[in-house]
């Protein structure tokens, strides 16, 4: 009896529900307003483009109409897997990626460790001050500076960038970096490095700011001496956060950014220095071909997802927090 | 720390490499800064024939009078110096009254769709539609060409939106409660309650936002076609880099080297005259944990 009557009430507790929403929706009327510009922002830039990659799958290109260019199906796809670039792009984007991994991820970590042991505070402070500079400047000045500092002499006899005296007196030989294909990974590697270590510390040092320092106290009382302190306590602390940061930098492994590669790639450099997203640039809004450029974009981002989802799957198999 | 235990020798020889270390690194990680500050100081002739120096023998503000001179580069570096201090006021205005409405109003908990709309949020911060599409959209807009291209499509950051709805939602409820009780709106309840309380976030935000606005590169060159409407990071670009451009042109008068290094304070002046209020805002702004919840 009583399942019957749930039943029959049913659609009359629906409708009760639908009108206590109602009154909530119209009691937070100005609340809606307020949401208003952000959600006319996310639909129009975020998700009108989401629904664009539809383009994807057309014969799409600059000067004819949206409309009438004809659907290809996967065409642009294939173009793309069977075209020479196509391995060249991975080739560079996973190189970048990975040298950036290898050699650049390990540096804020170790730099938080070294200034947590820095006990002059006003030292640390100025240290840190001076490392951060570097993240806030334009990546156009930081490509521009690197430029200065590489660049050969101009006229014979006279000298060139410092960077590129220390190398000629190195090697003996005379190198125009930016021009060499082969050196062009480590200009965006040491640039990188240059502009984000000091940045790359704060999110490590503020988890470092929680550890109570009972924990130094009693380690200094058992005898243990700094690197035993560094190793079992300093390093715990930071263990999650070095995972979640290692999670979202695998979840962007093919994002190598786009504006320093942009601007340090020139026609001498482009067999190496061309990535995803400079290739989607340069096909898509340079050469107006866009429906092709959007089927490389919506191939690098599908990617992306499989590689943020497995990372976050993984590090939680592994008792970590994960992202998500 | 601890002054009853003397420190070991081994332990002031870590102290020591420790401080060298550190020392050497920030001085090297800000000496390219120093060098081009003093080389756009100095005469062409000591650029061409010392590498490396942070104070020029001879000091002149040649390079300075010919950037700034209306009938020199002055025209192109003062209208590119407008669109940029424009662009980053309006933009981060904008950036700030985007970002806290959206922001308060997904700080009420018991909103309608609430949920639906943070995982719409979540779900662009994983997987964007690229930047073809989006420019599709920006050319749709007829929003092509014009400032505005350089603000809306970025006008919010999912990140800081986030953060300030985790803020928002931290005010005490009993300040909100007793203001409706009082007969004010929720409107007036975000403009006299919400906004005043959470004033050090808004510093923090905006500075942020300026920042990224005066470096923005990537928007000018994407969404921009009129040369009398390009950012100074566009025409820092143009200038530094000309010379590559212009070997195949010999017409072309290349840009003495002080001009370029003048140039490059100029585009950089900004952030650093910032920079100390950014430092004290750090913190706030990087939270990771702020994204959960």
Same mark, same amino acid.
């Given at each position: ?80 897997? +069977? ?48 490392v951060y500079v570097p993240h806030f400047v334009s990546m156009v000045v930081i490509c521009s500076i690197t430029f200065m ?9 006279? +000298? ?19 021009? +060499? ?7 965006l590697?040491?640039q990188n490095?240059w502009k984000e270590t000091g940045w790359g510390?704060v ?52 994002d190598t950014g786009f504006e320093q590669i942009i601007l340090m790639? @020139?026609?001498?450099?482009? +067999? ?5 997203d400079?290739?989607?640039y ?29 990372? @976050? ?12 | ?22 020392? =050497?690194?920030?001085?090297?990680m800000v000496?390219p800064f120093?060098?081009v500050i003093?080389?756009? %100081? ?10 490396? *120096? ?6 002149? =503000? ?5 950037? %700034? ?8 570096v *003062?209208?590119s110096l407008g669109v940029s201090v424009g662009v980053t006021l309006v933009g981060t205005l904008a950036s700030l %009254?985007?970002t ?22 979540? *779900? ?23 400032y505005?291209a350089l603000i809306l499509p970025g006008v919010i950051s999912?990140y800081n ?6 803020? *928002? ?20 309840? %975000? ?13 923090t935000f905006g500075l942020f936002y300026a920042v990224g606005y005066w470096n923005n590169y990537f928007g000018a060159l994407l969404y921009l076609?009129?040369?009398?409407k390009y950012p100074f990071t566009l025409i820092l670009r143009n200038i530094v880099f ?18 370029k290094?003048?140039i490059i304070v100029v585009g950089t002046v900004p952030i650093l005259i910032v920079y100390p209020f950014l430092q004290?805002h750090f913190?706030?702004g990087v ?7």
């Amino acid at each position: 009896m009583a399942k019957v009557e749930k039943i029959t009430l049913s659609p009359e507790q629906k409708l009760i529900e639908r009108k206590r929403k109602l009154t909530r929706i119209k009691k937070d009327k100005w609340i809606y307003l307020l949401l208003l510009p952000g959600a006319l922002f996310f639909i129009l830039f975020k998700f009108v483009p989401m629904w664009g990659v539809l383009i994807a799958f057309k014969d799409y290109y600059a000067g004819i109409n949206f409309w009438m260019a004809p659907w290809v199906g996967f065409s642009n796809f294939t173009d793309f897997f +069977t075209d020479s670039d196509f391995l060249r792009l991975f080739k560079n984007t996973l190189i970048i990626s990975g040298m950036n991994l290898v050699f650049f991820f390990p540096l804020p970590i170790i730099l938080s460790l070294f200034l947590n042991e820095m006990k002059i505070q006003w030292y640390k402070k100025a240290v840190q001050t001076l490392v951060y500079v570097p993240h806030f400047v334009s990546m156009v000045v930081i490509c521009s500076i690197t430029f200065m500092l590489v660049k050969t002499p101009s006229i014979d006899g006279f +000298t060139g960038g410092a960077l590129y005296e220390i190398m000629k007196r190195l090697t003996g030989q005379s190198i125009n970096v930016l021009d +060499t294909p082969s050196n062009i990974y480590w200009v965006l590697l040491i640039q990188n490095i240059w502009k984000e270590t000091g940045w790359g510390t704060v999110i490590f040092l503020a988890a470092l700011a929680g550890v109570d320092m009972e924990q130094y106290e009693a380690a200094i009382v058992d005898g243990a001496n700094r690197w035993q302190q560094m190793f079992y306590i300093t390093f715990p602390a930071i263990t999650s956060t070095i995972i979640t940061m290692f999670i979202l930098r695998m979840g962007a492994v093919l994002d190598t950014g786009f504006e320093q590669i942009i601007l340090m790639q @020139n026609d001498l450099n482009k +067999t190496t220095s061309e990535t995803f997203d400079t290739y989607v640039y340069n096909v898509g809004r340079v050469d107006g071909n866009y429906g092709y450029s959007t089927a490389v974009g919506l191939f690098k981002s599908i990617i992306s997802i499989i590689c943020i989802q497995s990372a @976050n799957f993984l590090a939680k198999r592994h008792g970590q927090a994960g992202l998500f | 720390m601890l002054t009853y235990k003397r420190k070991t020798i081994g332990e002031i020889i870590g102290d020591v490499i420790i401080y060298a270390v550190l020392t =050497v690194l920030a001085i090297t990680m800000v000496i390219p800064f120093l060098y081009v500050i003093a080389a756009s %100081f100095a005469t062409e002739t000591e650029i061409l024939t010392r590498p490396l *120096f942070i104070i020029p023998e001879t000091v002149t =503000v040649d390079a300075y009078k010919r950037i %700034f001179d209306l009938n020199d580069y002055g025209t192109r570096v *003062f209208q590119s110096l407008g669109v940029s201090v424009g662009v980053t006021l309006v933009g981060t205005l904008a950036s700030l %009254f985007f970002t806290t409405t959206m922001a308060y109003g997904l700080s009420r908990r018991n909103l309608v769709g609430r949920n639906i709309m943070l995982n719409c949020v979540l *779900f662009t911060m994983v997987f964007s539609g690229g930047m073809i599409p989006t420019f599709l959209v920006v050319k749709g807009l007829g929003l092509y060409d014009t400032y505005a291209a350089l603000i809306l499509p970025g006008v919010i950051s999912a990140y800081n939106m986030l953060i300030s709805k985790n803020f *928002f939602q931290e005010l005490p409820a009993g300040l909100e409660e007793a203001a409706s009780i009082d007969g004010c709106t929720d409107l007036g309840i %975000f403009v006299k309650i919400a906004l005043p309380l959470s004033l050090p976030m808004l510093a923090t935000f905006g500075l942020f936002y300026a920042v990224g606005y005066w470096n923005n590169y990537f928007g000018a060159l994407l969404y921009l076609e009129s040369q009398e409407k390009y950012p100074f990071t566009l025409i820092l670009r143009n200038i530094v880099f000309m010379a590559q451009a212009a070997e195949a042109d010999p017409n072309v008068e290349l840009p003495q080297e002080t001009l370029k290094m003048a140039i490059i304070v100029v585009g950089t002046v900004p952030i650093l005259i910032v920079y100390p209020f950014l430092q004290k805002h750090f913190a706030a702004g990087v939270m990771v944990g702020a994204i959960k919840g």
